[in-house]
């Protein structure tokens, strides 16, 4: 029978020889018992925890979901993503909490055909020694044409080399596309940030009274995280903040409605100003989606 909620001793779902899933897009009254029943269908679940806000209990929409093995895992991401549990089509994907991004090189590989899926990825780039593969997807799991993986340096340069052009099956109209394969290198100052107000003290010619000296930063439990790459979605924002051991209670990544794109920045809010200021001095500068966060108090 399966168990709910073991951690591990370094705080992770995973045993010594499973694997831990993310399991987004759960409608709020899917609980422990019932996304276990559903997921065993398919494998061995060894512990399931529904994530919940600590002040009122209710389910964040995600949780995660460990395997007794790899093998079991992989096979309940091929068949459960993007199926339907309780009205909601589900985004199951391997949980990268506990991955290990030191000293690796982020190579970005675009126009994928919808349906590529991470084995494929991993298979094609295995004589490189791929130490992570990650298809990016909305929400709903749904492919957005492109992956982050991440390579030893120099099998970086080697994967970038040999396979920038290859020629991926699988379009929706039987034609292959070939894939763009490069170093992720979006750089620190891309991303759009909030307009800054303009100093109006001064007249057209020069004159008036001098610009006020900046205001003092002022402490909230609203954090401002700028610099976001433009696919980082509120799932991967609340994940980041979230594994930084404090109990987030919103993450939302601020969107411009009528291009439906990002606009480079979001908010983390958290339940006390404390808890707040102990994530800014962990999270500033730290990386998310290959990018270098910017996080200060949201002044409004």
């Not at 029943?37 to 929409?61: I, L």
């Not at 120099?154 to 099956?169: H, W």
């Not at 924002?237 to 109990?247: S, W």
Request: proline share 3%; net charge negative; aromatic share 8%.
């Amino acid at each position: 029978m399966a168990a709910f909620g073991g951690l591990g001793m370094d705080g992770s779902m995973a045993g010594a020889t499973g694997m831990t899933l993310f399991v987004g897009n759960l409608a709020w009254e899917t609980g422990e018992e019932d996304l276990t029943q559903f997921m065993s269908g398919v494998g061995n679940v060894t512990g399931c925890e529904v994530q919940r806000h600590a002040d009122t209990g209710r389910s964040k929409g995600w949780a995660l979901v460990t395997f007794a093995s790899p093998d079991e895992a992989s096979y309940a991401m091929q068949q459960l993503n993007t199926q339907e549990m309780n009205g909601r089509k589900l985004n199951v994907r391997e949980d990268r909490s506990q991955i290990n991004h030191d000293g690796t090189i982020p190579v970005y590989v675009g126009n994928l055909p919808w349906a590529t899926t991470r084995e494929e990825l991993q298979q094609i780039f295995a004589a490189y020694n791929p130490i992570d593969v990650h298809v990016k997807t909305t929400m709903s799991g749904r492919s957005r044409g492109f992956a982050i993986l991440r390579f030893a340096p120099e099998m970086a340069a080697a994967a970038i080399q040999n396979l920038d052009g290859y020629e991926l099956g699988g379009a929706a109209d039987g034609t292959t596309r070939s894939i763009e394969v490069r170093e992720d290198r979006q750089g620190a100052g891309d991303a759009a940030q909030p307009p800054r107000r303009k100093n109006r003290s001064a007249n057209q010619n020069g004159g008036g009274a001098p610009p006020a000296a900046a205001a003092e930063e002022v402490s909230s439990n609203t954090l401002f995280v700028g610099n976001l790459n433009w696919d980082t979605d509120d799932d991967d924002l609340f994940q980041h903040f979230q594994n930084a051991g404090i109990q987030v209670v919103s993450a939302k990544v601020q969107r411009n409605d009528k291009l439906d794109k990002s606009k480079g920045w979001g908010l983390v809010t958290y339940s006390s100003v404390a808890d707040a200021e102990a994530a800014k001095s962990k999270l500033n500068g730290s990386e998310l989606d290959s990018r270098p966060i910017k996080v200060k108090f949201d002044q409004k």
